[in-house]
T-cell receptor, first 115, second 116 residues
């Protein structure tokens, strides 16, 4: 069964500090991995997308890494800001036999940045 | 460029009723995917439409159905509503259907459905 597990479930950090969120998956055959940021009451916003051949991708203060061998990804947030408070969702896609993706979502990490 | 729009934003229905939700993708996008988000289950994939054809389907009962029009707008219908259908329903659009290229999906704000 395709699964995506995220840790920690929730995290509180001080403004200005760095943090790293983890995503482990068992999805196969792997197609791509995405990180989304979702503010309360709003739809998710794409942060990064990585395919099999990519192991690092940055988007401003967000840097995602991917280790396809160990099936792990991390999202590193540098110099956190209050606006980073949100849920971060890891989404992994597998390619099905019809050539289309099957997406599996992690349950997310709820990040709270405090002053 | 306008983003993905969903209507209505909020909806209250009673058990047994049916509901239709609407999604207008970003101009030029031909793929629309639907998701259900609940506190307990997180985000779950419902189905994806591309060029008026359902290309991909998640594990939801047949009460959940959808369609896409020639202008790429999509509707999702839920019949015989159950209490457990209360959720945030999100749609996302992308320029092409899901592929290994990792096309970016852009989400709408969602429709909050409450079933009483």
């Amino acid at each position: 069964k395709n699964q995506v597990e995220q840790s920690p479930q929730s995290l509180i950090i001080l403004e200005g500090k760095n943090c790293t969120l983890q995503c482990n998956y068992t999805v196969s055959p792997f197609s791509n991995l995405r990180w989304y940021k979702q503010d309360t009451g709003r739809g998710p916003v794409s942060l990064t997308i990585m395919t099999f051949s990519e192991n690092t991708k940055s988007n401003g203060r967000y840097t995602a890494t991917l280790d396809a061998d160990t099936k792990q990804s991390s999202l590193h947030i540098t110099a956190s800001q209050l606006s980073d408070s949100a849920s971060y969702i890891c989404v992994v896609s597998a390619m099905n036999s019809g050539g289309y993706q099957k997406v599996t979502f992690g349950t997310g990490t709820k990040l709270q940045v405090i002053p | 460029k306008a983003g993905v729009t969903q209507t209505p934003r909020y909806l209250i229905k009673t058990r047994g009723q049916q509901v239709t939700l609407s999604c207008s993708p970003i101009s030029g996008h031909r793929s629309v995917s639907w998701y259900q988000q609940t506190p307990g289950q997180g985000l779950q994939f419902l189905f994806e439409y591309f060029s008026e054809t359902q290309r991909n389907k998640g594990n939801f009962p047949g009460r959940f159905s959808g369609r896409q029009f020639s202008n790429s707008r999509s509707e999702m219908n839920v019949s015989t509503l159950e209490l457990g259908d209360s959720a945030l329903y999100l749609c996302a659009s992308s320029s092409y259907y899901s592929s290994g290229s990792g096309d970016t999906q852009y989400f709408g704000p969602g429709t909050r459905l409450t079933v009483l």
